[in-house]
C-alpha cells in the first residue's frame, strides 16, 4: 500500500447508502411477503407490474427474473429465432446480444454515434438485409437513443423495436418514457441499476396485450392456469420477495434520478475548464437522461484511472473489449477496425461515480482529482 493511501473513499455506487434511506419501507414490504407465504408469482408481483407500466406509461408489464431473461423471452414473444437478424449497438453490454444468440438469432452490430455514445440511426439501413426481423436499439448509459429515426426505418421495412432500457429507467425521449417508444421495452433490475432488485430481476413493458399474454406463458411453463399448458414455457418468473422491494424503490425513482442529474450538472460544470483534455458527457436536445452511469473520455484513461484509485476514487470502464472482440463473437468474423468509433471509445471511456446518494463533498473531491490529472497533462507533454 503506498504511504499516502487516503482515508477518504468515494465508491462507484453504494446501495447500502441507499438502503439506509428505505430501510422501514423495505422490511415492512418483505415481512407482509412472508406473513402471506405467496412466495410464486404473489401479490406483489402484480402490484409492481401494474405500477411499473405506470410509470413507463404502457398497458403492461411483465416482471421476469433477470434482464437478460427479458430480452430473450421479448425475442421469443415476436416469434424471432432461428436464421432471423436483428440490429443492435455495437457498443452495448455483452447481454443484449447474448439474448438475441440464445434465440438463435443473429446479432447485427451498428456502429455509434460518437456525440451520444447510441446507436447511430444513419448508420441502421445499409445494416438491414432480407433476414432482418427487428431493430433493439440500447438506451446506453441512461441516455435515450434517438427513436424517431429508428421508428420509421422499422415502419418503412416492417421490423419489430425492442428497446433495452436496462440502463434507462424513467429517462424521457421527447418527452415520453423510454420502453414504451417501440414495440417492446426491456428492462433489467439488477441491484446496481437505477432502479434494481436486491438480487436478479427484470421487467418488459408493452402496449400489446398479445404481447403481454405470450410474455405471461414463457416465463411461467406455458401455463396461466395451474397444469394447463398452452407452449413450452420456461420458469423465469420475478421472484416475489424482489417485487416487493422494488414497489418500495419505484417511488423514489423519480427523486433518485433527478439527483444523478444533478450530479451529473455538477461534475459537467467543475470540468468544463479541462474540455480538451477531459470529454463530458453531451445531453441531446430530444433527451431527458437519468444517468446510469457518468462516462467521461481522456486520452489517458489508465493513468486517469489510477490517479483517481490513488485517491481512494473507485471507477469502472463500460466496457473495456467490444463484443466483435470478445472471443464469444469470434463467430461475428469481425476484424478489428470493423466498428473504429466503438474501438476508439473502449480505450477513452471511464465511468466516474455516480449514485442519487452522492454528496455534493463526494462530486467536489472527485471533480478536483479529475481536474489535477488534467491540469498535470496540459502542462506536461510526456507520454
Ligand atoms: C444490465 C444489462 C443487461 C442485463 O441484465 P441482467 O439483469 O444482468 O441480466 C442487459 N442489457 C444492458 C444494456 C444492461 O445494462
Known sequence: ????TPDRKVPFVDLRAQ???IKTDVHAEINAVLERGDFILGNSVAEFES??????????????DSGTSALELALMALDIGGGDEVITAANTFIATTLAISYVGAVPVLVEMDPDTFQIDPARIEAAITERTRAI???HLYGHPADMDPILEIAQRHDLRVIEDASQAHGARYKGRRVGGLGDVGVFSLYPAKNLGAYGDAGVIVTNEDAIADKLLLLRNYGSTVKYHHDIKGFNRRLDTLQAAVLRVKLRHLDDWNAARRGHAEAYGKLLQGHAGTVKVPQIAPYAEPVFHLYVIR?????????HLAARGISTVIHYPIPIHMQPAYADLEHPPGAFPITEEYCSRILSLPMYAELTSDDIDYVAAAVSEFARDAETSTVG
Open 136 to 138: 433493439m436499439p440500447v
Open 1 to 4: 500500500m503506498p504511504s499516502d
Open 51 to 64: 405500477e411499473m407500466a405506470d410509470f413507463c406509461e404502457t398497458a403492461r408489464a411483465v416482471g421476469v
Open 298 to 306: 481522456t486520452e489517458k484513461r489508465d493513468r486517469l484511472q489510477e
Open 19 to 21: 438502503f439506509e434511506t
